[in-house]
């Protein structure tokens, strides 16, 4: 990926524990690389294709300028989701903040926090079977357009399904979407499982019915274990009704694990169920 890098910008700012940094104010240096696609910019000479850098630095001095925090840890994390929100076409942020006057006490040449965020691209299946089954999925996707962390991007057509797992129950109707994000995984699941509880989910059976379910697929090409999360979703490859919305909105997404397309693995699935 291409990027832009913007090297010890000056700005004047009231960030500190001790209220006299507050009061007073000092100087901090901005660090940024901006990771993005400029090869369209590039050959065409048109800015638009690309991010005005003069911006980006004329907004970091604004945010400084205009917010008060203690840590330096809390200006970069803020200031970082700011830039991502503002200049989307920005796919990754480095940032580091530099405070050379900082309360030591001792010879030192600066302090610093710099850190790393950035757009993610996950896939989110979803699905109903009890009470208005359209309305729970459709309520859900619009909370989800409405967060101010996620974009998205497609939505797959809904089909019904029969339920998975054993236990009788009614049909199901069933979708997936593509989301970009600067949640991390973590933080997503929590946000879905809100809308979740919002909806009167109940987790009191296994594989049992419900109002509403919202569960990650993949996150970005990412491999992840934990005691609440699993990317690539566990059992996603033995599930036609995650599979074929899946199909639908991305065919040619790989599975970082099995190494087998959406395609792939429903026509394996399918071929399967014949035999």
Not at 1 to 8: F, G, P, S, W
Not at 68 to 95: K, S
Not at 161 to 172: A, C, I, L, N
Not at 212 to 223: A, C
Request: proline letters at 4%; a negative charge.
């Amino acid at each position: 990926m291409d990027k832009i890098k913007i090297e010890d910008l000056e700005v004047f700012a009231y960030h500190g524990v001790y209220p006299e940094e507050n009061e007073n104010g000092q100087n901090f240096y901005i660090n940024a690389t901006l990771y993005l696609q400029t090869r369209e910019a590039g050959k065409s000479d048109n800015l638009t294709l690309s991010v005005h850098y003069g911006e980006v630095c004329h907004f970091m001095n604004d945010f400084m300028k205009q917010h008060t925090f203690q840590l330096i840890e809390t200006v970069a994390e803020r200031m970082a989701e700011a830039v991502l929100l503002q200049f989307p076409l920005i796919e990754v942020l480095q940032l580091e903040i530099r405070k050379p006057s900082a309360p030591i006490g001792l010879p030192f040449a600066s302090v610093s926090v710099e850190i790393e965020r950035a757009w993610h691209t996950a896939y989110i299946a979803i699905g109903s079977n009890m009470g208005d089954k359209q309305q729970y999925i459709e309520q859900a996707i619009e909370k989800i357009k409405k967060h101010p962390l996620l974009n998205v991007i497609s939505v797959s057509k809904l089909l019904v399904t029969k339920p998975y797992g054993g236990v009788e129950q009614e049909d199901f109707l069933n979708g997936a979407m593509e989301i970009r994000t600067l949640l991390l995984p973590e933080e997503l699941l929590d946000f879905l499982h809100e809308i979740e509880q919002q909806a009167g989910r109940e987790r009191l059976i296994h594989w049992g019915p419900r109002t509403l379910d919202l569960d990650i697929i993949f996150y970005d090409n990412l491999v992840y274990d934990s005691e609440t999360l699993t990317i690539p979703h566990a059992d996603m490859h033995n599930r036609e009704f995650v599979l074929i919305p899946m199909n639908d909105i991305a065919p040619y997404k790989r599975h970082a694990v099995l190494g087998k397309t959406v395609h792939q693995m429903l026509n394996e699935l399918q071929e399967l169920s014949r035999n």
